[in-house]
């Protein structure tokens, strides 16, 4: 397929073209915590795929940066905090190291709807990260044993030895934790919802946290 035909299809494809729920911004919660929960449990309570993945954007030292798409794990509603697991010697680890400022996304086609959160991210301590692990299933945990994310892999066969070698070891000790598995918040200092209208008229509500004084909102131009 040549680059024109790839273009000619994705101008066919439809977006946004609902029929997508509404938004009334001016009925929307002071804080952005509670109206991402009642977003999080419709998309939940009504068939949009997977609407618990999001991508994760952070940025290196120099301030280059990466995303990629994770599980959210968690939610602390009144602080607008999201959890998020994964390995502190991978490429996000590592630039979480160096620079602990990171940036959430979910977007969920069936209800036009786009989230946005950002704010500084913290490791939560040893018990939070052996919770999580250990609340995994068997592949889970086998896969959080299997090699160093974010290395380079010589090839599938080192991958299915490094996955039996890690399967030895989850069976040998099912409360074992690996050493870098981590869980991080993210607590939100800026929070954007995004409500698609098939018509064009999208809206656009931000919420600013000012330390100490609160939560403000306002409208975007869409
Ligand atoms: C649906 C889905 C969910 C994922 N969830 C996680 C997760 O919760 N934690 C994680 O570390 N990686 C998860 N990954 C893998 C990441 O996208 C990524 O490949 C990996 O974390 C390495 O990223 P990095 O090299 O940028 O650190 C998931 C991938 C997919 C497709």
């Keep these: 397929m040549t680059a024109e035909e790839l273009l000619a299809r994705m101008r066919q494809a439809p977006v946004l073209a609902g029929p997508l729920p509404g938004f009334d911004p001016e009925r929307a919660d002071d804080t952005p915590g509670p109206l991402f929960a009642r977003w999080l449990a419709h998309a939940l309570g009504t068939g949009v795929p997977e609407p618990h993945v999001m991508t994760l954007s952070t940025a290196d030292a120099e301030a280059r940066p990466s995303a990629r798409v994770l599980m959210l794990r968690g939610v602390d509603i009144e602080e607008c905090g999201f959890v998020f697991a994964s390995d502190a010697g991978s490429r996000k680890g590592r630039e979480l ?126």
């Design 97 to 222: 190291t160096a620079n602990p400022y990171a940036a959430l996304s979910w977007y969920w086609p069936l209800h036009g709807r786009q989230i946005r959160m950002a704010g500084r991210v913290a490791v939560l301590d040893g018990d939070a990260a052996r919770r999580d692990f250990l609340g995994r299933g068997e592949a889970s945990r086998i896969s959080g044993f299997t090699g160093r994310m974010s290395e380079p892999l010589a090839g599938p066969d080192e991958y299915e030895t490094e996955r039996r070698r890690a399967a030895g070891l989850v069976a040998a000790d099912p409360q074992a934790v690996p050493e870098g598995h981590t869980v991080y918040v993210l607590r939100a200092d800026e929070a954007e919802f995004f409500q698609g209208d098939s018509r064009g008229f999208h809206v656009r509500l931000r919420y600013v946290r000012e330390e100490g004084a609160g939560w403000t909102r306002g409208l975007l131009w869409p």
